[in-house]
C-alpha cells in the first residue's frame, strides 16, 4: 500500500529563516512520482514541484529546494531566507508509474512566517 | 490559459438535503478527478475521469454519492442525501497526459458546510 507521512504537523519560524519539511513515503511501486503542494489560505493546491523515482537528483528553484533520497523514501523540502508569503499548508503527494495516477496525500504541515 | 474553474466556493445546506458542484477543467484536459478534503487533512481521491468514463471511483460513497462528466469536459459531482460527515472541501483537478507522466492542476475547491 502506498502511504505518505509528514511528522511536521505546524512549523512556526521567523521571517528570513531556513525551514525544512519533511516527507516520508512507502511503496512497493518501482516507478513512482513525488509532488510538492502549496495550499494558502484561499484554498487552492498550487503545484511547485514533481520528481520521478529515476531521478534522485536535487533541484533548486529560486528560494526552495528539495531533497530526494530513495535509500531513506524521503523527499523533503527547504525554503532558504522564509517570507510570510511562504505562509501556507504544504502537502506531499505519491503517484503511481504511468498515466493517470491518483494522488495520496500526506497530512500537510501548516508553515507560519511571522514578521 | 485559464485554470481549473469549481462553483459554488461556498455552501451551507441542512443534513438530508442535497447539494451538486460544478466543475470546468483546463481545457484539453482530458483526466479529471474530484477530491475531498476534511479539516486537517490530506484530499482523498472520489472519483477519476478519463474523458467521460469512470477510471477510479473505489472511495466513492455510491449510496450517496454520483458523479458525472457528460461530453468529457465539465463535471458534477453530486451528495444526497448529505450526512454531517461531508463537511469538507471539494477539489476538482485535471491534468492532461503526457509521454511519462502527468500532472494534475486544482481548482479553487467548493466549501461544504452540513448543519
Known amino acids: 500500500a502506498q502511504k505518505v507521512t509528514q511528522a511536521q504537523t505546524e512549523i512556526s519560524v521567523v521571517e528570513k529563516e531556513d525551514v525544512t519539511l519533511d516527507c516520508v513515503y512507502e511503496?512497493?511501486?518501482?516507478?513512482?512520482?513525488l509532488f510538492w503542494y502549496k495550499q494558502p489560505p484561499s484554498g487552492e493546491l498550487v503545484f511547485l514541484i514533481r520528481?520521478?523515482?529515476?531521478?534522485?537528483q536535487n533541484e533548486i528553484s529560486g528560494r526552495y529546494s528539495w531533497n530526494f533520497q530513495k535509500s531513506t523514501s524521503s523527499f523533503n523540502f527547504t525554503i532558504t531566507a522564509s517570507q510570510v508569503v511562504d505562509s501556507a499548508v504544504y502537502f506531499c503527494?505519491?503517484?503511481?508509474?504511468?498515466?493517470?495516477?491518483?494522488?495520496?496525500f500526506g497530512q500537510g504541515t501548516e508553515l507560519s512566517v511571522k514578521p | 490559459e485559464a485554470g481549473v474553474a469549481q462553483s459554488p466556493r461556498y455552501k451551507i445546506i441542512e443534513k438530508r438535503q442535497s447539494v451538486a458542484f460544478w466543475c470546468n477543467p483546463i481545457?484539453?484536459?482530458?483526466?479529471l478527478y474530484w477530491y475531498q478534503q476534511i479539516l486537517g487533512q490530506g484530499p482523498k481521491l472520489l472519483i477519476q475521469?478519463?474523458?467521460?468514463?469512470?477510471?477510479?471511483d473505489s472511495q466513492l460513497p455510491k449510496d450517496r454519492f454520483s458523479a458525472e462528466r457528460l461530453k468529457g469536459v465539465d463535471s458534477t459531482l453530486k451528495i444526497q442525501p448529505a450526512k454531517l460527515e461531508d463537511s469538507a472541501v471539494y477539489l476538482c483537478?485535471?491534468?492532461?497526459?503526457?509521454?511519462?507522466?502527468?500532472?494534475?492542476?486544482f481548482g479553487p475547491g467548493t466549501r461544504l458546510l452540513v448543519l
Open positions: 503527494a505519491l503517484s503511481r508509474g504511468g498515466q493517470g495516477g491518483k494522488l495520496i
Open positions: 511503496t512497493r511501486d518501482t516507478t513512482y512520482y
Open positions: 481545457s484539453g484536459h482530458a483526466t
Open positions: 475521469f478519463q474523458n467521460n468514463g469512470v477510471v477510479d
Open positions: 520528481r520521478n523515482s529515476f531521478d534522485e
Open positions: 483537478a485535471s491534468s492532461s497526459p503526457t509521454v511519462i507522466f502527468e500532472t494534475q492542476y
